[in-house]
């Protein structure tokens, strides 16, 4: 341990972010990394506990606790704080495949659990994975290697980040690797899913040009759409993996939900994403239009600085939910995952150019009016009780508000598979998931992970998800 007094020495110091009002004139990241002797400083921070709950990657009351990666956080901080940045990535990439892409992009459940937080203010683990992340690549410690074959071949179905991390852990096991993408990109929901502003599409591209230089090879506008596409693959190669992600989006039924200016989040981001890498003009462009954003989470977040760098007139957004608490209540303890009132990069923005916060709690949309385009969302507010145990909403009276609406953005999340994945691969389903033991499908030959098999999830779980896929597969290949 470098310096055991480094969390009371120094205070937490987050990697630079640019003013809500420059960084929406333009599509790129706004972070500047600390400079190296302030990154290592931020490391000491780091106590060492003797119950790292920053690793944990346990679950209570339904949410994750710590890293789900099980990344070893503290031994990589303690040769970060020493200035063993070479050390320390190697015992970062120990357990993280793509620390560039987690360090952007991650939540980081980690700062939640990490003790220093119980009191005071968490350690910078994120900065500190994508500081160590870009260290790596600038100094050439991530180079295409070597790779002896075992002889074997699998394919991956879907190149998101569970099929990534899977691809990548099957190839340096000395395995064959073909994956399999239907879009144009490699790269799933980090391609397009997530906006440029989080994520740039060089640092995916980066990444992927050095998977194809070890050997494994990427098919794109390959969609399998059919048993007939399927099957084929299954008696070709040794393995298949299904990582096909969780993209059945939750809808509502309201009257007027059919109208032109209606769309799920992910569309919108999507055909954002393919303008700027194509150079060509958005379809769904909220440029001049009255948004409202219906949905609480990241992907409603991403929509807000979106559209406000688009050229939205407006932007609200409507949450079923009441506002949360500033700080913990004392029902909600650490290390438990903090209930607390979060606002999103995007939500900034929004406020800092409007002056005026774009959230409307305890609401729900009640009608969509127009002919065929969408004009207008009738609101009405929601009273929150508990009965039976459970946290219930009942419709206030009177509280109806019109709206005026362009466009409608859908961003509730996601229930499960696209429909037809069952007849499609041959494989059973569980609640919108596809049912697995230990990875293994109802289909010989045929494995599954990341949200296709667990349901919608953070990205670093959906890697955790690949790795574990990838290493279950070897294991069951080689006993037999």
């Not at 009351?61 to 940045?85: A, F, V």
């Not at 995916?204 to 990427?218: A, L, N």
Request: net charge positive.
């Amino acid at each position: 341990m470098s310096n055991p007094t480094g969390f009371m020495d120094y205070s937490r110091e987050e990697i630079i972010s640019f003013p809500p009002k420059e960084r929406v004139k333009n599509n790129q990241e706004f972070h500047k990394l600390l400079d190296s002797k302030k990154q290592e400083i931020q490391a000491s921070r780091c106590m060492q506990c003797g119950i790292p709950f920053c690793q944990a990657g346990i679950h209570i009351k339904g949410q994750t606790i710590g890293c789900s990666n099980l990344n070893l956080i503290p031994e990589w901080n303690d040769l970060l704080s020493r200035g063993l940045w070479e050390l320390a990535y190697r015992r970062l990439s120990l357990t993280m495949p793509f620390p560039e892409i987690t360090g952007r992009i991650c939540p980081a459940p980690c700062e939640n659990s990490c003790v220093c937080n119980a009191n005071g203010e968490a350690v910078t683990i994120k900065d500190n994975e994508l500081a160590l992340a870009e260290y790596a690549f600038k100094n050439g410690l991530i180079k295409p290697r070597n790779i002896a074959r075992n002889g074997a071949k699998i394919a991956i179905i879907g190149s998101g980040p569970a099929g990534l991390a899977c691809a990548d852990t099957l190839n340096l096991l000395g395995y064959e690797v073909d994956v399999y993408e239907r879009d144009d990109r490699i790269g799933g929901l980090l391609m397009y899913g997530i906006p440029d502003v989080k994520l740039e599409k060089w640092v995916v591209q980066r990444r992927i040009d050095i998977m194809k230089e070890e050997g494994i090879t990427f098919y794109t506008n390959h969609g399998i759409e059919s048993s007939s596409d399927f099957s084929p693959l299954v008696e070709k190669y040794d393995r298949v993996v299904i990582a096909i992600g969780a993209r059945k989006h939750i809808s509502f039924d309201i009257e007027g939900g059919n109208l032109d200016g209606i769309y799920n989040a992910l569309d919108f981001l999507v055909a954002n994403t393919k303008s700027i890498l194509d150079s060509k003009p958005n379809k769904l462009s909220a440029k001049n239009k009255h948004v409202v954003v219906v949905g609480s989470g990241d992907t409603s977040t991403d929509c807000f600085a979106v559209a406000i760098r688009q050229g939205a007139r407006s932007v609200i957004r409507l949450e079923r939910s009441p506002s949360k608490p500033i700080k913990r209540l004392n029902s909600n303890p650490w290390p438990e995952y903090p209930i607390v009132l979060q606002t999103g990069y995007g939500i900034e923005e929004s406020i800092a150019i409007n002056n005026s916060d774009p959230r409307r709690f305890s609401t729900m949309p009640k009608l969509f009016i127009g002919n065929k385009n969408l004009q207008a969302v009738m609101t009405t507010k929601l009273q929150w009780g508990v009965v039976d145990g459970k946290k219930k909403s009942t419709e206030i009276l009177q509280s109806s508000e019109t709206i005026q609406a362009d466009m409608v953005l859908k961003a509730m999340g996601f229930s499960g598979c696209e429909d037809g994945v069952s007849e499609i691969f041959g494989v059973k389903m569980d609640k919108g998931n596809i049912m697995n033991n230990n990875f293994r499908t109802s289909r010989a030959k045929v494995y599954t992970c990341g949200d296709c098999k667990i349901g919608a999830s953070l990205v670093v779980t959906a890697i955790k998800e690949g790795r574990e896929c990838a290493n279950a597969l070897h294991l069951e290949l080689f006993k037999s």
